[in-house]
């Protein structure tokens, strides 16, 4: 708006009110300037008023925030490796850790108690390209070895920090296979080593809008019985004790309903 309460000429009818207007002078210039004011005053307290209707809806008070069942998907790295008893140090043909992308998928369900604290439960499928590299002889001194689908089942415990972030940690039941591929030079076999174990994690949920988030976690697995399921008509072994440390760094979205 130019200097002096002039309008805009696009306001005016005539030639003689196109002047009047631009220079700012006589009453009927003073009225309709005060008028539009108060037009412009009362247009822009209702679009506050609107905006902030719209941001108290889409931004969610702490106390409804990160609470109802979910789903999500999930990428990541992930690595194996032997436990911290074992030391296979001086076999130089026997790598003692993998490593690869881990992908899968997730279902929970989070509970609000009180305003800010969160508890839940959470379900979980992936796999993982993690696998033997060519220059190593044996993986775990058992043959070739590569990861296989893992099984998840445990509690989470969140605290809502703002309307779009929550801190948590996690643990619960883990159950992973690994496929090992052996050979005697003359037959090779394919077997699978399941493996229970346990794991503790933590990590940041953002909210993206009112019902999608983003997720960022660390998660930490041991796994300490074992039990080889032979192909064919051969018993499954018994179950043995093993020592493996599993390291992953996971990002996911999801959605809550």
């Known amino acids: ?8 000429q696009v306001h005016a009818t005539n030639a003689s009110r196109r002047t009047l207007w631009l220079t700012g002078g006589g009453d009927a210039a003073a009225n309709m300037e005060q008028l539009m004011k108060k037009t412009f005053l009362v247009l822009a307290s209702g679009s506050v008023l609107f905006s902030g ?18 789903v999500q998907a999930e990428v990541g790295y992930d690595k194996s ?8 140090d001086n076999t130089r043909d026997s790598k003692q850790s993998i490593d690869g992308v881990m992908y899968g998928a997730a279902v929970g369900y989070d509970a609000a108690v009180g305003e800010r604290l969160r508890i839940g439960a959470e379900a979980e499928i992936t796999d993982s390209t993690a696998k033997w590299k060519r220059d190593a002889g044996t993986t775990f001194n058992l043959g ?7 099984l998840y089942a445990g509690a989470k415990l969140g605290y ?5 972030a929550m801190v948590y940690v996690k643990g619960g039941y883990t159950n992973a296979r690994f496929n090992v591929q052996g050979s005697d030079g003359a037959d090779t076999a394919r077997d699978h080593l399941d493996t229970d174990g346990w794991r503790l994690g933590g990590g940041v949920e953002m909210a993206v809008s009112s019902n ?3 997720k960022l976690e660390y998660r930490y697995s041991n796994y300490k019985e074992g039990e ?3 192909d064919g008509d051969t018993p499954d072994s018994s179950r043995f004790d093993i020592d493996t440390d599993r390291h992953q760094v996971v990002a996911a979205v999801g959605l809550r309903f």
């Not at 490796?81 to 296979?88: E, L, Q």
């Not at 070739?144 to 893992?150: E, H, K, L, N, T």
């Not at 809502?160 to 779009?164: A, D, E, K, L």
């Open 160 to 164: 809502v920090v703002s309307p779009q």
């Open 81 to 88: 490796r032997t436990g911290s008893t074992v030391d296979m």
């Open 1 to 8: 708006m130019p200097r002096g309460g002039a309008l805009p």
């Open 53 to 70: 209707a719209a941001m108290a809806q889409d931004t969610p008070d702490p106390a409804s925030a990160f609470s109802g069942p979910y």
């Open 228 to 230: 080889l399921d032979f």
């Open 212 to 214: 999608a988030f983003a």
């Open 144 to 150: 070739r070895v590569s990861a296989g689908r893992d």
